[in-house]
């Protein structure tokens, strides 16, 4: 699996769109790119994948470089309920490899 | 709810003696996880299924660890002598295997706190 790179922390405004980079530049050819988010006290939650398109569902856009070594996860419009640790995770197949995350903080 | 149903919900226990968790998973998938995760740091990988058949354990998986699923459906963590270090969240995930892009479901955890 390959190692991602995360900022420790972050903080949004309220409203205001946060954007979470990711460092994957050892990432291989058949490894997607995932996001998942941890409320406190709750398991992860499934954000979003891609492999080298950019995608987009009804929680966040995921933008990937053309050489797939980092990407962008956008959350369009973040609100208090998005503050959260969120993780980026390079992999495919049979398990995730979980880092430290990015703790985002959603400011009013 | 993600469909994944973990107990118990918390652990308070005794150095020395042996728990036991259970992971109820989505019920059409054949895969499932058991991470663990300490504060302040994200889930590390314990082990896997594929049915009944457990096909990958960490390292991270002393001897004091067993996980069994009978049948294929429920599982089961079985931590022995447990050390204060094992206190920890203990995490279940499921999904439906086979492919190279599917994406966990997770369970709330167990938080196991040994005394």
């Known amino acids: 699996d390959a190692k991602t790179t995360q900022p420790p922390s972050m903080d949004c405004a309220e409203g205001r769109a946060a954007n979470l980079p990711c460092n994957h530049s050892?990432?291989?050819?058949?490894?997607?790119v995932y996001w998942y988010r941890q409320i406190h006290s709750q398991g992860p939650q499934y954000i979003i994948h891609?492999?080298?398109n950019n995608e987009t569902n009804e929680m966040a856009s995921l933008i990937i470089t053309e050489d797939r070594k980092s990407s962008t996860l956008i959350l369009p419009h973040a609100t208090l309920r998005d503050t959260a640790v969120y993780y980026c995770?390079?992999?495919?197949?049979?398990?995730?490899?979980f880092g430290a995350g990015t703790i985002l903080r959603v400011k009013s | 709810d993600t469909g994944v149903s973990q107990n118990p919900r918390h652990k308070i226990t005794k150095r020395g003696q042996n728990v036991t968790f259970r992971c109820d998973p989505i019920s059409e998938h054949n895969r499932l996880y058991w991470y663990r995760q300490t504060l302040g740091q994200g889930p590390e990988f314990l082990t896997y299924f594929q049915n009944e058949a457990q096909l990958e354990k960490s390292r991270l998986l002393s001897d004091r660890f067993s996980a069994e699923r009978p049948k294929g459906s429920f599982s089961t963590l079985e931590i022995q002598r447990t050390e204060q270090g094992d206190s920890a969240m203990y995490l279940c995930?499921?999904?439906?295997?086979?492919?190279?892009?599917?994406?966990?479901?997770f369970g709330s955890g167990t938080q196991l706190s040994v005394l």
């Open positions: 995770i390079g992999g495919s197949g049979n398990k995730l490899v």
């Open positions: 891609g492999l080298k």
């Open positions: 050892t990432i291989s050819g058949n490894e997607y």
């Open positions: 995930a499921s999904t439906k295997g086979g492919q190279a892009n599917e994406k966990l479901f």
